[in-house]
């Protein structure tokens, strides 16, 4: 089993940043890759970005590359997502996820949720 709790969402105004946290537990959860999605409104969940907790690699959606980074820090068995430049339409529910194995850049089927975090940009 692996439990992932997020942290650090909140209200930002457009052009700001923030760094939501994604804190995994749990025996196995070093086997995994833990990565970010967001969901808004009436969309559909949307996968941003990956790392391998064992090699550190590291994957990006083409729609963030170049203002989201992921990061993790293993001393915390933390993950984080550095957001900059932050526009309204990045507004929406955040989710940590773990699946055994990223494919072709993506995660496809994670096994583990964390319940997200509120990320809203003003204008």
């Known amino acids: 089993q692996v439990q992932l709790v997020e942290s650090g969402g909140g209200l930002v105004q457009a052009g700001g940043s923030l760094r939501p946290s994604c804190a995994a537990s749990?025996?196995?959860?070093?086997?995994?890759?833990l990565g970010w999605f967001r969901q808004a409104p009436g969309k559909e969940r949307e996968f941003l970005a990956a790392?391998?907790?064992?090699?550190?690699?590291?994957y990006s959606a083409a729609s963030v590359k170049g203002r989201f980074t992921i990061s993790k820090d293993n001393a915390k068995n933390t993950v984080y997502l550095q957001m900059n430049s932050l526009k309204p339409e990045d507004t929406a529910v955040y989710y940590c996820?773990?699946?055994?194995?990223?494919?072709?850049?993506?995660?496809?089927?994670?096994?583990?949720w964390g319940l997200g975090t509120q990320v809203t940009v003003s204008s």
């Open positions: 996820a773990a699946e055994f194995a990223v494919v072709a850049g993506t995660m496809r089927r994670p096994e583990y």
């Open positions: 749990g025996r196995t959860f070093s086997s995994y890759a």
């Open positions: 790392i391998t907790w064992s090699g550190g690699s590291t």
